[in-house]
């Protein structure tokens, strides 16, 4: 995760971009244009597949972040990859503040939706066809409840008599998409039409609820509706027992996405249900680890099982390229992270020696907020 291009810094969080996100963002908008075999602009499938997504998933992950600071916690970073975006936040151990800081992202899109949706009803059209999320997302339809007609993009047809809600022709729908026969001339025939920014706003509410529905309904750990369902769980049970939980059910989510993308021949899902499968094998892994104890023993079968016979030594194998790789990997990120402890002491004196020069009050937002995040951090030591 440490390959990505830094965009911008806001709001003191800085947003990078992983570069497999080009690798696969690209070719996969080039597919879509491939298969739409010119009936959609390509101009239209980039916006909404690469445009509009990444806003989408860039306004979730501030809302992981804004949460996170609402709870006493801080957020410094935001990470753009294929499969969406990873909010670097911290927050209070507990689970009130975990399930505020899942949901935040959720929220975000939810909030989205109703703007758009208010928006509609402000326009005369009703948000309903906006939140199917099973709709075509070019094929855009709305009902206005004022004249009682169906409005649509260009890529879809609507007739009527002129001056009234009457149809003047018969739609049909075929694989190559919507036909409308019309009896006679079609002059005698209005077409009813959407304007371009009620057709964004209906893409941008739909994608939006797609994302919220997603992030919520499948409760595969870490995705946000797992993270959700160990909060509820941990408010209930212990911490451990709760994630023991939430792993066994991701696993189970994970095959349900892989029979899912074998029968859609959907290649990113296949590849969201194996990062869901990693990361509950790496937690279970580590929980595992930290049951055994500090000595290596595992007290969960008592303290009887430092009398037993020790095994023979196993003779330990080398380990391979990637394994060695990975530890150095491991061993260069907890030196950047003292370093960043380092730098973060110094700061905290220079901040310290402020205070006592010219007082409090002198300190900006973001050097009050480090010197809270510094505190906490001593505090749980």
Not at 96 to 119: M, Q, R, S, W
Not at 304 to 319: A, M, Q
Request: charged content about 20%; proline content about 5%; glycine content about 6%.
């Amino acid at each position: 995760m440490s390959w990505a291009v830094p965009l911008y810094r806001a709001f003191g969080i800085l947003v990078k971009v992983h570069f497999t996100f080009f690798l696969i963002t690209i070719p996969m908008f080039l597919r879509l244009v491939y298969l739409a075999d010119g009936a959609v602009w390509w101009f239209d499938i980039f916006m909404l597949c690469v445009g509009l997504v990444f806003m989408l998933v860039l306004l979730h992950e501030y809302g992981h972040c804004i949460a996170a600071r609402r709870v006493g916690g801080d957020a410094s970073e935001i990470l753009l990859w294929p499969l969406g975006g990873l909010a670097s936040v911290e927050n209070p151990h507990t689970p009130k503040a975990n399930f505020i800081v899942a949901a935040g992202g959720p929220a975000v899109n939810l909030v989205v939706c109703i703007a758009c949706a208010v928006a509609f009803l402000a326009a005369g059209f009703s948000p309903l066809q906006a939140l199917n999320p099973f709709s075509h997302p070019y094929q855009t339809t709305a009902y206005n409840y004022q004249d009682g007609r169906y409005y649509s993009s260009n890529y879809d047809y609507y007739y009527y008599k002129p001056g009234t809600s009457e149809p003047a022709g018969t739609r049909t729908t075929s694989d190559k998409g919507v036909v409308v026969t019309l009896p006679g001339s079609a002059e005698q025939a209005e077409r009813a039409i959407l304007p371009a920014w009620l057709i964004w706003a209906w893409r941008t509410c739909w994608l939006s609820w797609w994302l919220f529905l997603f992030n919520v309904l499948i409760p595969a750990y870490p995705m946000d509706g797992g993270r959700m369902l160990h909060a509820i769980l941990w408010h209930r049970i212990d911490y451990r027992s709760a994630t023991v939980t939430c792993c066994y059910v991701g696993y189970g989510a994970a095959a349900v996405l892989v029979g899912i993308a074998i029968l859609t021949s959907q290649t990113a899902l296949a590849c969201l249900a194996l990062f869901i499968a990693w990361n509950c094998y790496r937690t279970l892994t580590q929980e595992t680890e930290s049951e055994r104890g500090a000595f290596g023993y595992d007290f969960s079968q008592g303290y009887t099982s430092l009398e037993r016979d020790d095994p023979p030594p196993v003779r330990r194998k080398r380990k391979n390229f990637v394994r060695r790789w990975l530890d150095a990997r491991k061993a260069k990120k907890r030196q950047q992270e003292q370093e960043q402890v380092t730098r973060d002491d110094q700061r905290m004196d220079d901040l310290l020696d402020k205070i006592a020069k010219s007082g409090k009050n002198s300190l900006t937002d973001e050097e009050r907020r480090f010197m809270e995040r510094v505190s906490a951090r001593y505090r749980n030591k």
